[in-house]
């Protein structure tokens, strides 16, 4: 059983969940931090492409990612479906002010069938007071992060209507964008004609670790056991 004792802590909670989007579940579990870089690289968390290293853990897999300004940060994959990663916070306070630390988000990355999946997602931020009131208010405003609204505006960037950068509300960009992308690989990817290269570390690493379980299940051999997230102090400011 899972447990993240931060996200029990005093703090703003900002639940969230998206429809029903139609593309396999692994088309959400490859979308690995290098994703930014190219998928939202006109946004807030730009800062190039990093250099990624992954490797095991006992609750399933935790990826480096070291930029070139010398920053490192750390995500994690725990098996079987949730991502856990943090991130700046998703609003300004008032005047313009940024809460001051980062946002934990955990996601629970949910199959519906072969060709469709949902996410129930939450965000911990460590605010209290006056600010967490303010914080909570930048949430209302900010609406929700994923919605039919998006979803069309997805389709339509598919269909090639227009271009993400031609939406003029930006509060919730990163979704449409997350949409086109996913969606947009088919519902389900062509994974046996693809050229991964050296930022695809992480998704052949998690690859490897979903196929080595899988085979053992299809043989009848024991599972790993995974162990809760543990320690996950290597979390660092985004």
């Known amino acids: 059983m899972w447990c993240f004792p931060d996200f029990e802590a005093p703090g703003s909670l900002d639940p969230r969940t998206t429809p029903v989007w139609p593309c396999n579940f692994f088309n959400r579990v490859d979308n690995d931090p290098v994703h930014v870089a190219f998928v939202h690289r006109d946004g807030p968390y730009q800062r190039g492409i990093p250099v990624i290293h992954a490797e095991e853990n006992d609750s399933g897999m935790v990826i480096h990612s070291t930029h070139s300004d010398g920053t490192t940060g750390q995500s994690y994959h725990h098996m079987p479906n949730v991502s856990h990663f943090t991130a700046r916070p998703r609003v300004m306070l008032e005047g313009g002010a940024r809460v001051t630390g980062f946002r934990q988000s955990l996601g629970f990355r949910i199959p519906v069938d072969d060709e469709h999946h949902k996410v129930l997602s939450v965000d911990h931020v460590k605010v209290s007071g006056e600010v967490a ?3 909570a208010e930048g949430l209302q405003d900010l609406g929700h992060w994923s919605g039919p609204d998006l979803e069309a505006l997805g389709e339509a960037v598919l269909r090639g209507e227009f271009h993400s950068d031609d939406i003029e509300d930006r509060r919730n960009i990163t979704q449409v964008q997350d949409y086109a992308a996913l969606v947009g690989q ?5 994974h046996p004609n693809e050229h991964l290269g050296a930022s695809d570390r992480s998704v052949v690493f998690f690859r490897q670790l ?4 899988l085979r053992a299940l299809a043989e009848g051999r024991s599972l790993k056991q995974w162990k809760g997230a543990g320690d996950l ?6």
Do not use: C, N, Q, T
Request: glycine residues 6%; aromatic residues 12%; proline residues 6%.
């Open 233 to 238: 102090s290597a979390l660092r400011d985004p």
């Open 186 to 190: 088919g519902r389900i990817a062509d």
């Open 210 to 213: 979903w196929m080595r379980e």
């Open 133 to 135: 009131r303010s914080y």
